[in-house]
């Protein structure tokens, strides 16, 4: 059902969000290089005791993709799903991306960090009708140091996704302690992709101070 969706509607540009369609990467691999989903992203960092528990992101998509999944596996009450139909968007449109790092890449003072697994996997409708999705990147990683410098990039090196960071990119939580100091910024990167060659992708940074 979501291949025969996009195969009718690879033509449209919408807005901009992406993620079942890692699913077809294999499939339509022949395509053009050029994106067919488009998200829109914000990370949270959470913060507990002296540590990066994890990071939490939230995608939302373009209009068409968002319309294909509540097709698929509504419908929706009040912008909410039920716990099953959560399940089977999870099963079905979603954990395949762990072929693909979930489209993420982390790096502590450096030091790239495996993202094989991911918790507290949501779904759900915002108030303007888009397709949300959140889920938890942990990570367990000490605060102990001067400085701690996380960089988070999400991309597609497909190319059939496009996604870039919002406005508000990036906050931190902190778990029953004092807040943090800390600062961020958004960069642009060149990336060298093999089969594509160069693209520009976003990096979040966020540096912790002691």
């Known amino acids: 059902m979501i291949a025969r969706a996009f195969t009718e509607f690879t033509i449209l540009r919408l807005k901009k969000p992406a993620v079942a369609v890692a699913l077809l990467v294999a499939a339509f691999a022949s395509l053009a290089a050029h994106p067919h989903v488009w998200i829109d992203g914000f990370v949270e960092v959470r913060v507990d005791d002296s540590r990066i528990a994890a990071v939490r992101a939230h ?5 068409f993709f968002s319309e294909m999944i509540v097709l ?7 912008g909410t799903f039920t716990d099953r139909q959560i399940e089977a968007i999870r099963r079905n449109a979603f ?7 979930y489209f993420t890449s ?6 790239k960090i495996p993202v094989e697994q991911v918790e507290r996997f949501r779904a759900s ?3 303007e009708g888009f397709l949300r999705y959140s ?3 942990p ?32 906050r931190v939580l902190t778990e029953g302690i004092a807040p943090r100091r800390y600062r961020k910024r958004l960069l642009s990167e060149q990336h060298i ?18």
């Open 135 to 137: 889920f938890d990147i």
């Open 95 to 101: 954990d395949n991306l762990r072929h693909y790092s």
């Open 59 to 63: 995608w939302t998509f373009d209009p």
């Open 193 to 210: 992709i093999p089969v594509w060659g160069p693209v520009t992708r976003e990096v979040v940074e966020i540096v912790f101070e002691n």
């Open 72 to 78: 698929d596996f509504g419908p929706v009450s009040n």
């Open 139 to 170: 990570i367990n990683a000490s605060l102990s140091g001067q400085s701690t410098t996380v960089r988070i990039a999400m991309y597609d090196e497909s190319y059939f996704t496009d996604i870039v960071f919002e406005r508000n990119y990036a």
């Open 106 to 111: 982390l790096e502590i003072n450096g030091r």
């Open 125 to 127: 409708i915002t108030e």
